[in-house]
């Protein structure tokens, strides 16, 4: 098991980004609250020009830090270039709403339900949640019906977020639909799919490994060493020129042709980042298409979305497999219900029900270590999170409160899009994995 | 009247382009055809990862100069931040077409119109033109209706391409917008709206002047001087991290404040990109919004698009007013039916028609000098391109040869998108306006 730091992700297109430094340190200063640190209050990029300590810019130190991160994650576009995942130009298919009245009362009723946080005796309201997780949109689906939907802070209903760590699950899925459509062998070698991986320690790892992160590599986030693997990835995945005399690695691939082994392929999971844009590359050299067009004609085409979402890319176009989505609130829940339904939306079948049954079984427990106490003795496979609790729930996640969240026995999905001031969900998962519960057994009970 | 050259403008995000020195060298070399220049024929970025030869990176010295740059005009994102025009998250409103056998047939009529080049005796066919003009992307509307409608190179119906100063007639339209609804008094000097403009010589220019391009300022496109103004705008634009001991301008704005005078307000047209830029300064602090969000709500959402567009950003997120704007053509389309139908699309009235009449009357033509001689004793006024031909024919125009092209009495409207090796539309035009006034005649005589 990795130390709790590895759950952090390089943002976006890989520019160094401290986030467990930045957010740690603010967090001792006691973070402002979700209200107070609201970007319309505190007034971030307002006017024409902001005035100067209202101003918003590179580099990634700056923005995407607690506060101003609450404003920059509905924001990445304007400080990276990016790669869109096109919807294509046909009409979004509206999601299902019950009566303005009735989802009245199903948010009142929502907002009062109360649960226990992890480790503590006071009870908390569901609406206390949000604002305790930094909540910027919450949507929740029964039985594919809308039943609860709010935004704060950046987000609009027409706006988009940073989706960090979940978008590994874009492309586990991705992966995940190859394997069981035959386009992809899981058994292959990171070698029988790219040659030119050379000595890399993931030459010799599965496909599935890499898909299922127990692969054997070296990539240590500690951020308070110099030399630790983070800053070479961040400085290859920077989309900005390199320094004058960088002679390390340019972009995530020639990045991972260099990852040196620790420990053996198979042993343990091990949550890091590098196995995503591994498993990018090797879904891209197989399909022949970069990971935001499969997401485009797998998914969101075929899906009704709403919005284009778009992906960072770092400076040879590829995209940040590992984490560079961002995308609207409602379109990640039909991704979430598209799940939930095994493979249907709309009256459409868009891949095998095998698929979600693969990633929803889960990955092998014995792996998983005592590494996310809050998340509890689950697993991961195909870059989803598996609770292995008694409703069968599983979940894409991401830093600073991004979560897809299953539900079957509930035919509940939840989406929470958020800037929590640090990083870890282990910070976050205390007050929302209890409140998912909860707020499942009330509509389990109620409707 | 300013040279040939200031027919140029800076791309995008401002990042220095040296366009016409770049495309000048090419054409010295007889550039590829368009056929053997097509994008997907050269093999850019095409493979996982594409051989080092196939690779486009910056900077845009290389991703922007031929050949390279018909691959990046559809793909400018992945080089620079961007912001969003926001279609919303409605139904498109699709474009009216004929039967698909009609449509054949029309398609086989108009490529086989005929015209004469400017200063040519060989006549030339509609269809030939389109390879003569690297044409990505031909749309044409007849009454409503699309009558012709053609991708090449990088371009499909779902894709986008940059418009380049096409994009000076959005910041123009909704600023004449502005003022035919009383929201901007065009006769206030620019410190009146701006006081921070200082003694930057558009200070005492009106926003009349800034509008129609006649103010006295000082630009120069001299590529072979290294203190040209060009330069120093591309620096203070450029989204990247400003190199050590740079101590100019940073971001459009702070550009604009040190502009030195050169002739006197109002004596003659010159077209210089620095009076867009300081047009949307002036419409932003006066709406309170960015362009981005002005040509959202304005037009965008109100006009059935399919397709978001976005713009590119300098350091501080100020969208390029100038040139920044990336598009889809049939939405293209779709402006040019709300320009020729006087402010309605779709039944709906989106602003009054006194402003397209204001627009297509046309600017003061005693002032437009003999510096566009191709594009014949016309006039420019709002932003837009007026011809003052016998069809009153007025258009957006952008180098490497995008236009919207609007003919009043044809009913026609036509959009053309481009990548021309050479920047200047002087080498394009000989081949298009012919072209087009023949296709008119063509439509009106024949539907």
Redesign the interface.
């Known amino acids: 098991m990795s130390s709790s730091t590895s759950d952090l992700v390089t943002l976006a297109a890989g520019v160094a980004l401290a986030l467990g430094a930045a957010s740690g340190v603010a967090a001792q200063q006691a973070p402002l609250s979700a209200q107070d640190s609201d970007p319309r209050v505190m007034g971030w990029?307002q006017g024409?020009?902001p005035p100067a300590d209202k101003?918003?810019?590179?580099?990634d130190s700056v923005y995407f830090s607690f506060p101003r991160l609450r404003w920059s994650v509905c924001?990445l576009?304007?400080?990276?270039?990016?790669?869109?995942i096109?919807r294509?130009?046909?009409?979004?298919v509206p999601l299902d709403y019950p009566s303005p009245a009735k989802f009245a009362e199903l948010r009142a009723q929502i907002d009062a339900v109360t649960f226990l946080p992890q480790n503590s005796d006071q009870p908390m309201t569901w609406e206390e949640s949000l604002f305790a997780n930094y909540t910027d949109g919450m949507l929740i689906l029964h039985k594919g019906q809308v039943v609860y939907e709010r935004y704060f802070g950046c987000l609009e209903?027409?706006g988009k977020h940073a989706i960090m760590s979940m978008t590994k699950s874009f492309t586990g899925l991705l992966a995940e639909i190859m394997v069981v459509e035959g386009t992809l062998d899981d058994t292959l070698l990171v070698r029988d799919v790219i040659p030119e991986i050379g000595d890399s320690a993931f030459a010799s790892a599965t496909v599935r490994q890499v898909m299922d992160m127990t692969t054997g590599v070296k990539y240590s986030e500690n951020y308070s060493d110099p030399n630790a693997d983070i800053w070479l990835y961040s400085a290859a995945a920077s989309?900005?020129?390199k320094p004058e005399g960088y002679d390390g690695p340019d972009?995530y691939?020639e990045y991972l042709q260099q990852v040196q082994p620790e420990g053996n392929h198979g042993d343990e999971f091990h949550y890091k980042t590098i196995n995503s844009d591994m498993l990018g590359?090797i879904i891209?050299?197989v399909s022949?298409k970069?990971v935001t067009d499969l997401a485009s004609e797998r998914l969101w085409r075929r899906m009704g979305v709403?919005?284009?979402a778009?992906q960072t890319?770092d400076?040879?176009?590829?995209p940040f497999a590992g984490g560079g989505i961002t995308a609207?609130l409602?379109d990640l829940g039909r991704l979430g219900q598209l799940m939930l339904d095994r493979g249907e939306l709309n009256g459409e079948r868009l891949f095998p029900a095998e698929v979600v049954e693969k990633i929803s079984a889960g990955g092998d427990r014995s792996k998983f270590g005592d590494g996310f106490p809050t998340f509890g003795a689950g697993s991961y496979t195909s870059q989803w999170w598996v609770l292995h609790n008694d409703h069968g729930a599983f979940a894409a996640r991401g830093v600073h409160g991004q979560t897809i969240y299953v539900d079957p026995t509930a035919e509940m999905v939840l989406v929470r899009l958020a800037s929590f001031p640090q990083a870890q969900n282990g910070f976050i998962d205390p007050t929302s994995l209890p409140a998912y519960q909860a707020v499942a057994e009330f509509l389990m009970a109620n409707n």
Request: hydrophobic share 30%.
């Open positions: 990029m024409f020009p101003m918003i810019t590179q580099p924001h576009r304007e400080f990276l270039p990016t790669e869109e096109s294509g130009v046909g009409a979004p209903e027409d989309p900005l020129p972009g691939w590359w891209s050299r022949g970069p709403e919005q284009d778009y890319v400076g040879k176009g590829v609207g409602r």
